[in-house]
């Protein structure tokens, strides 16, 4: 095997990790906005961020921005830990909000009533709570990850990979264009494609807020 193969079959086993490390983060994330909004409010309301499944996709790419900030930090001093990843998940929430609000015109939280916050897509208090993820993602998630990587060929990761990159892929896409969809709804725009029709169909507004019950319109 040449170096050229080598390093194609880092790069793939690199992209499956990163991909693990994503469906890790939003299944976290998802467990902790509904235990959070458990107490609440006292009762299960809906936090996921994709249309199928248990998934708070910023968590998961919150997960992926730990991941490839440690392969390049190799500190592990829980306070520099806490510091680094309080601003790495106070950007990616901010940017988060911020790419949700301009590309289907809603936004799922609005911190505007806390103390330092900004423009009401991070605050002090959340990136603290993205400190103890970090602090929590070194402690746990990267012992997991490195077993993972010591099974990364064996067959039965393989399958579940293909199936779950698969059910993910099409999961993120049609989430995309029905949230796309009811933004144009919402604008008074017919649909002009047999797509816009399916969706129409099959993921009506009331539909779409059932699955994203804590989002608000711009």
């Given at each position: 095997?040449?170096?050229?193969?080598?390093?194609?079959?880092?790069?793939?086993?690199?992209?499956?990790?990163i991909?693990?490390?994503?469906?890790?983060?939003?299944?976290?994330?998802?467990?902790?906005?509904?235990?959070?909004?458990?107490?609440?409010?006292?009762?299960?309301?809906?936090?996921?961020?994709?249309?199928?499944?248990?998934?708070?996709?910023?968590?998961?790419?919150?997960?992926?921005?730990?991941?490839?900030?440690?392969?390049?930090?190799?500190?592990?001093?829980?306070?520099?830990?806490?510091?680094?990843?309080?601003?790495?998940?106070?950007?990616?929430?901010?940017?988060?909000?911020?790419?949700?609000?301009?590309?289907?015109?809603?936004?799922?939280?609005?911190y505007?009533?806390?103390?330092?916050?900004?423009?009401?897509?991070?605050?002090?208090?959340?990136?603290?709570?993205?400190g103890?993820?970090?602090?929590?993602?070194?402690?746990?998630?990267?012992?997991?990850?490195?077993?993972?990587?010591s099974?990364?060929?064996?067959?039965?990761?393989?399958?579940?990979?293909?199936?779950?990159?698969t059910?993910?892929?099409?999961?993120?896409?049609?989430?995309?264009?029905a949230?796309?969809?009811?933004?144009?709804?919402?604008?008074?725009?017919e649909?002009d494609?047999?797509?816009?029709?399916?969706?129409?169909?099959?993921?009506?507004?009331?539909?779409?807020?059932?699955?994203?019950?804590?989002?608000?319109?711009?």
């Open positions: 095997m040449d170096k050229l193969d080598i390093d194609k079959k880092e790069l793939i086993n690199e992209i499956i990790i991909f693990w490390v994503f469906i890790i983060g939003s299944v976290l994330g998802y467990v902790y906005e509904m235990i959070v909004v458990l107490f609440q409010k006292g009762f299960f309301e809906s936090r996921q961020g994709l249309i199928y499944g248990p998934f708070t996709p910023v968590y998961g790419i919150g997960g992926i921005v730990y991941y490839l900030a440690f392969k390049i930090i190799k500190t592990r001093n829980k306070g520099l830990v806490f510091i680094l990843t309080m601003i790495l998940g106070g950007v990616t929430e901010y940017l988060a909000s911020y790419i949700q609000e301009k590309a289907f015109g809603t936004i799922s939280w609005d505007s009533n806390l103390l330092f916050n900004i423009n009401g897509r991070t605050s002090l208090l959340h990136c603290s709570y993205w103890i993820a970090g602090i929590l993602y070194v402690c746990y998630i990267e012992p997991l990850i490195k077993k993972v990587k099974h990364i060929n064996s067959v039965s990761l393989k399958i579940a990979f293909s199936i779950l990159f059910f993910m892929t099409f999961n993120i896409l049609i989430s995309c264009a949230a796309q969809r009811q933004e144009e709804r919402r604008n008074s725009i649909s494609s047999k797509f816009d029709m399916f969706l129409d169909k099959y993921y009506p507004d009331e539909y779409m807020d059932k699955v994203y019950a804590n989002k608000k319109n711009m």
